[in-house]
């Protein structure tokens, strides 16, 4: 290897680094949150791609489809829970946003021709399929078991990641995508080739790191989501609705999934099940901060892309192997760190 | 319970007549419900009895069937591992060897940690695992290994679906017969207890740490079995039985059979396995192309589940069984030769000795240099208003907790670094504030779970029943302390059922069980009728007579006055007083404590 190799994988490392930093702060966040262990995070990331993909090539993607069942789902339980508790007033809203928004966000992909639109308004039509998915999975999966024990929200987990790589294969077929880049500059930076979307994933990942850091410490909302990281009973005695923390902090980790793929999208081919694994490094980088911690977690993240790029030149067929193998040590290190019996809840 | 006996003996019968019954691909079929079973069944024992779990299964499978592939097709073993390819029998063996030493590693390093480490440990090894069969040369990579040689058993080879079916479903009913002798033993009330008892169970002398291997390493055997009768059935192997997904497919089976039931183990592998073959005929026809869609029914299947009906299916099959039961009470208290008794030191000997010990909370001091002493054959109560740091106290003398300075002393051995149960070990023993108990077990087994350290048979001998004549002494210890306490009529009855002042007094049984001599009650009179008060005053004194220490936290004054020897009083962490009943009923600060100077 020499030095020129060495800086390429070194780029390569970081900026896979950095998605996985996101994908690690959105699954702190969900964990501290709601105690839900989030493993279908991943599949956000080969959605948000494969959407915009889909709108590229001038198909309708199959995310509007499970946007549109899952708003009809959600409309007709809490439609019928309203009625039943005789909160009238409260359907306007429940229709709103899961039967008017999936019916316009449905208008928009048919109507406005999205592949023929610039780039930025298909990103933001992505989004806007993708991203709502978040917090109505919340609302059918968790928001019924919120009061479990983290193993049985684990378990629920496991069963929704399943069933959305089975939507994913149906919506998208067995074939990867590959978006265009964002833009087509690149420059030569101490003898190796930048490349613009290097950049893009590089600068909108830090801004987004920085814009989550005002929200939670400059915001109402974002105090709101950690007084419930915090203490659940006491911010809900404070008058703060567990259920909005949940659903919006299942929102943040949806935008977080979708826009992280959108950004590799045009680096690395995506598949419908690629999520998976991208979102495990994820995991991996949140157990080296011990789901606790952010920075620490978005620097485990840069590790593991520093690892995995420079094992892939060493023993590319170990890669995954030698990527897993690093909670090893970090467990190693946490359960001689560890010491009280803990009382599971 | 005949009628159970009944059933079973039904359904073996059954079991064994159908391969002469139904057409090969019914036998084939229920193979594999034999073989997802034996893996379910490990889970059962993990997820639903100990509360813990692993999505990893489908690698130990993968690491049985792979290394009885490897030893038994490899041309050019090294000289070490020769032997274990002569027969497969022999390749079983290294087999669960190796699978005990990963299972040992990955639960040294997970199983210390909160719950939730050991599954993302295990979905980390399932995935490296998997990769890693793919991409050793010397397993074929994804191609995977040929030509495994049949089994053959006693002589006669194992060759057709048929003959292996009497092979699956014996081994089955054998690792099933296992399971539930390990639950109905000693050990087994450890591991029942793992599930939102692990701080009493400490405290009585449990090992968690050690269930909680004993558990995973079961398991994963049991997965291991589950690999080498595939390899030899299949009689190839590739990478892709042993990925994540069947991983977690397993877990689904445990979890919709019914994850806290043996039986469930059979019930879901079925149901999955059948559901699967369905799914696959009918979806890829459905969507029009094809691919493993099952998944989706099965995630959205099991998301409901466990919003609906988290307990599975086998308790509602159960329910239709449900003229059994009911008769417990005319059920024989069980009896044995007395269990052998530690001798009392003699009385006047100092138990216990506090010295100056403070425990703090970040910034509150819950106990402030605290100094009380006790002797055996004498009664201290530890009075307080609210928040006076009483149970804080208690748990720092039992090991519960840890103190942050200072000095505790249990029969001239400093204690204040001890866990709890090796406190427990030396003889003293507690009932807690907020009662903890088992609620779905009988009385009795929770008592029994007190008498835990005076048994000695391990795991082994709870597997194959050998350890009855211990374990039949140990239920009669507990019955003869339920008896003690004034709970005979509710010995069989559910510990969740009772009324919470019950629950007090059975907590008092369990820590008597362990044949303490040194006991520390926290507000055991709390919810008493005044006619239990004074049975329970009653008892305590005939447990001074025989010459145990009982330290008493108790809010009922009438009953510490007229019961204890001396009363230490305690107020924001200190000590304000301490003396005979009589002085300290006097004393001007215990009245400004409790009645705020007006006196």
């Known amino acids: ?345 | 319970m005949r009628r159970r006996t009944v059933i079973l003996a039904g359904f073996l019968l059954l079991l064994a007549l159908v391969p002469r019954l139904l057409p090969e691909f019914y036998v084939t079929l229920l193979n594999y419900i034999g073989l997802y079973a034996i893996v379910a069944l490990g889970l059962v024992l993990l997820t639903g009895v100990g509360g813990l779990t692993s999505f990893g299964q489908a690698a130990f499978v993968g690491l049985g069937a792979y290394t009885t592939a490897y030893l038994t097709t490899a041309t050019e073993l090294p000289v070490w591992l020769a032997p274990f390819g002569a027969s497969p029998w022999l390749a079983l063996l290294a087999g669960l060897v190796l699978t005990a030493v990963v299972a040992l590693i990955l639960g040294a390093l997970t199983l210390r940690l909160s719950g939730h480490y050991l599954p993302l440990g295990t979905i980390a090894w399932g995935i490296s695992l998997y990769f890693l069969f793919g991409n050793i040369e010397q397993l074929g990579g994804h191609t995977g290994i040929t030509g495994i040689p049949p089994l053959s058993v006693f002589g006669l080879e194992v060759k057709f679906g048929r003959e292996f079916y009497y092979l699956i479903w014996v081994l089955l009913m054998l690792t099933v017969w296992l399971t539930q002798n390990l639950l109905d033993s000693r050990e087994g009330r450890a591991i029942r207890a793992l599930k939102g008892g692990t701080l009493m169970a400490e405290a009585m002398g449990v090992d968690t740490a050690r269930s909680k291997t004993v558990i995973f390493l079961i398991a994963a055997l049991f997965a291991c079995l589950s690999g080498w009768l595939y390899a030899h059935l299949q009689r190839f192997v590739n990478p892709t039985p042993f990925g994540l997904h069947i991983g977690i497919e397993y877990l689904f089976m445990a979890v919709l059979g019914g994850a806290a039931h043996v039986w469930g183990a059979l019930i879901g592998a079925g149901v999955i396995t059948v559901l699967k073959q369905w799914l696959q005929d009918l979806l890829p026809k459905l969507f029009g192309s094809s691919g493993n869609f099952e998944m989706i029914v099965f995630g959205l299947l099991m998301v409901l589940m466990l919003q609906r009906a988290r307990d599975g299916l086998w308790p509602i099959l159960a329910r239709l069984d449900s003229r059994d039961g009911g008769n417990d009470r005319a059920r024989a208290a069980p009896h044995a030769e007395p269990m052998p008794k530690k001798t009392l030191p003699p009385s006047g000997t100092r138990l216990l000795e506090v010295k100056d010990v403070t425990k703090k909370f970040g910034g509150l001091v819950a106990s402030n240099k605290m100094n009380l002493w006790l002797q055996s054959g004498e009664v201290l109560a530890l009075i307080g208003p609210n928040g006076a740091g009483k149970s804080t106290m208690f748990n720092c003398i039992s090991g519960v907790d840890s103190a942050t300075s200072g000095e505790i002393r249990f029969l001239d051995e400093r204690i204040e670094t001890l866990r709890s149960r090796e406190i427990a070990r030396r003889g003293m023993s507690r009932t807690f504030q907020h009662v903890r108990l088992l609620p779905t077990m009988s009385v009795l087994e929770n008592v029994a779970i007190g008498a835990h350290l005076r048994g000695r048979k391990g795991v082994i001998s709870a597997l194959l029943h050998l350890e009855r004549a211990e374990e039949q002494r140990l239920m009669a210890e507990a019955a003869r302390q339920i008896e003690r306490v004034g709970l005979k009529e509710h010995m069989f009855d559910q510990a969740g059922s009772l009324a919470l002042g019950q629950q007090r007094i059975l907590e008092i049984a369990r820590a008597l069980a362990a044949d303490p001599c040194l006991l520390l009650l926290d507000e055991p009179a709390a919810g008493l009728r005044y006619l239990e008060k004074q049975a329970l005053a009653e008892l305590l004194r005939k447990l001074r007579m025989e010459g145990m220490g009982i330290l008493l936290v108790e809010h009922d004054v009438e009953f510490v006055m007229g019961l204890a020897d001396r009363v230490v009083v305690m107020e924001f962490g200190e000590k304000i007083a301490e003396g005979l009943p009589e002085q300290v009923r006097q004393d001007p600060a215990v009245l400004e404590a409790y009645l705020g100077g007006v006196a």
Do not use: C
């Open chain 1, 1 to 345: 290897m020499d030095l020129q190799i060495a800086l390429l994988l070194g780029q390569d490392g970081i900026t896979n680094g950095a998605i996985y930093a996101l994908l690690a702060l959105a699954l702190v966040l969900i964990f501290a949150v709601t105690r839900v262990i989030y493993i279908p995070q991943g599949e956000f990331v080969a959605f948000g791609a494969l959407t915009l993909a889909s709108l590229q090539a001038g198909k309708t993607p199959g995310t509007l489809w499970l946007l549109l069942g899952a708003g009809v789902a959600i409309a007709l339980i809490d439609g019928v829970l309203a009625f039943h508790a005789g909160a009238l007033r409260r359907l306007p809203r429940v229709f709103l946003w899961n039967l008017a928004y999936p019916l316009v966000a449905a208008a928009l992909v048919f109507f406005a021709k999205p592949a023929e639109l610039p780039m930025a308004a298909q990103i933001l039509l992505s989004l806007a399929l993708v991203v709502p998915l978040g917090p109505m999975i919340y609302r059918l999966a968790y928001q019924p078991l919120a009061e479990a024990s983290v193993l049985v929200l684990l378990i629920v987990s496991v069963a929704v990641h399943l069933a959305l790589v089975g939507l994913g294969l149906l919506f998208f077929g067995a074939e990867g995508s590959r978006t265009p880049p964002f833009s087509d500059a690149s420059f030569d930076l101490a003898s190796i080739r930048v490349t613009g979307q290097t950049l893009w994933v590089l600068v909108s990942s830090s801004l987004l790191i920085v814009a989550l850091y005002v929200f939670f410490d400059r915001t109402l909302y974002g105090k709101a989501l950690r007084a419930t990281a915090i203490n659940r009973v006491g911010a809900r005695l404070m008058g703060i609705s567990t259920i909005m923390a949940g659903k919006l902090s299942f929102l943040l980790a949806a935008l977080i999934g979708a826009f992280s793929g959108i950004l590799i999208a045009p680096i690395t081919t995506i598949y419908y099940d690629t999520g998976f694994l991208i979102g495990l490094k994820g995991f991996v980088a949140a157990i080296v901060g011990g789901l606790t911690s952010y920075p620490i977690a978005a620097a485990g993240a840069i590790l593991v892309g520093l690892l995995e790029s420079y094992s892939s030149f060493w023993a590319s067929a170990f890669k995954e192997v030698i990527v897993f193998t690093l909670i090893i040590p970090v467990l190693v290190w946490r359960s001689l760190t560890t010491h009280h019996v803990e009382e599971e809840e």
